[in-house]
């Protein structure tokens, strides 16, 4: 995307805490100017993940906003557009939402029935206060998820070392081919599961396992019993020792007079 040409907000491109950094957008070559995007525009998603909003806080480059979202500019001497947005996150929008959007094929709510949308509003400094902490929360909240992330990239690094495995080269392509009959029998779909970067970290993980067990292999032989068959001792003829003349035998009763 070149500097000239504007960025191209469409619904999947915001999630519901904004867009991530280094977010890659699609441009577009003649944007109309109806659509171009100013600091604090609020964006409703009009159908599809219909409510889904859109608070634009990054002047940085011009921007656009597709069809599929309707765009709310506020007179802040009575709202404060980060309130709005922030009020968007309850239950009661939630509740709004569904009870409004009209079911078919794909629900939508149109930008009439939006604007009949009931908000409370306290005073601006109330306002103020709620979105500012409101702010403090989210910021909070990703510096907190970025830790848990470089903590588990260096996770990875460890169990791979552990295991004597170098770690694969970086691959940054965003697009790559996976054969039908891979992911028919894999029963998956997900693009992470086929990242190049996965595939060759089990390759590599699955060629460690095979060499070790063959050195296992190497190193130990079957053992060889030898099965000794016990020799028969023939049997002695003993003659039995009759008991000497007049000798009572104990198992026999003595006879009476």
Same mark, same amino acid.
């Given at each position: 995307?070149?500097?000239? /040409?504007?960025?191209?907000?469409?619904? !999947?491109?915001?999630?519901?805490?904004?867009?991530?950094?280094?977010?890659?957008?699609?441009?577009?070559?003649?944007?109309?100017?109806?659509?171009?995007?100013?600091?604090?525009?609020?964006?409703?998603? *009009?159908?599809?993940? %219909?409510?889904?909003?859109?608070?634009?806080? &990054?002047?940085?480059?011009?921007?656009?906003?597709?069809?599929?979202?309707?765009?709310?500019?506020?007179?802040? #001497?009575? %709202?404060?557009?980060?309130?709005?947005?922030?009020?968007? +996150?309850?239950?009661?929008?939630?509740?709004?939402?569904?009870?409004? /959007?009209?079911?078919? %094929?794909?629900?939508?709510?149109?930008?009439?029935?939006?604007? $009949?949308?009931?908000?409370?509003?306290?005073?601006?400094?109330?306002?103020?206060?709620?979105?500012?902490?409101?702010?403090?929360?989210?910021?909070?909240? +990703?510096?907190?998820?970025?830790?848990?992330? #470089?903590?588990?990239?260096?996770?990875?690094?460890? %169990?791979?070392?552990?295991?004597?495995?170098?770690?694969?080269?970086? &691959?940054?392509?965003?697009?790559?081919?996976?054969?039908?009959?891979?992911?028919?029998?894999?029963?998956?779909?997900?693009?992470?599961?086929?990242?190049?970067? $996965?595939?060759?970290?089990?390759?590599?993980?699955?060629?460690?396992?095979?060499?070790? *067990?063959?050195?296992?292999?190497?190193?130990?032989?079957?053992?060889? !019993?030898?099965?000794?068959?016990?020799?028969? !001792?023939?049997?002695?003829?003993?003659?039995?020792?009759?008991?000497?003349?007049?000798?009572?035998?104990?198992?026999?009763?003595?006879?009476?007079?």
């Amino acid at each position: 995307m070149s500097e000239a /040409q504007p960025r191209y907000i469409r619904i !999947t491109d915001f999630g519901d805490d904004g867009i991530e950094p280094g977010h890659q957008f699609v441009t577009l070559d003649a944007p109309e100017t109806k659509h171009e995007l100013e600091l604090k525009d609020l964006l409703f998603a *009009r159908s599809g993940s %219909v409510g889904k909003t859109y608070l634009h806080e &990054d002047g940085s480059a011009p921007a656009v906003f597709a069809g599929y979202c309707i765009r709310f500019r506020f007179d802040t #001497a009575k %709202v404060l557009p980060e309130f709005v947005y922030w009020w968007t +996150k309850t239950d009661a929008y939630a509740r709004w939402v569904n009870a409004t /959007q009209r079911p078919s %094929v794909q629900a939508n709510i149109n930008k009439e029935e939006f604007k $009949r949308c009931p908000i409370p509003l306290p005073p601006l400094d109330e306002q103020r206060r709620l979105a500012e902490a409101m702010a403090a929360a989210r910021a909070e909240r +990703k510096a907190k998820l970025a830790e848990a992330d #470089a903590l588990l990239a260096r996770l990875d690094d460890f %169990v791979l070392s552990a295991l004597g495995i170098a770690p694969p080269e970086a &691959d940054k392509r965003r697009v790559f081919a996976v054969r039908l009959g891979e992911s028919m029998s894999r029963k998956r779909l997900n693009a992470d599961y086929y990242h190049p970067e $996965r595939l060759a970290a089990l390759r590599a993980l699955a060629e460690k396992l095979a060499s070790s *067990r063959a050195r296992a292999c190497s190193r130990t032989s079957p053992e060889r !019993t030898r099965l000794t068959i016990p020799t028969k !001792t023939p049997k002695r003829n003993v003659a039995a020792k009759s008991p000497p003349l007049g000798r009572r035998l104990p198992y026999l009763p003595r006879r009476s007079g």
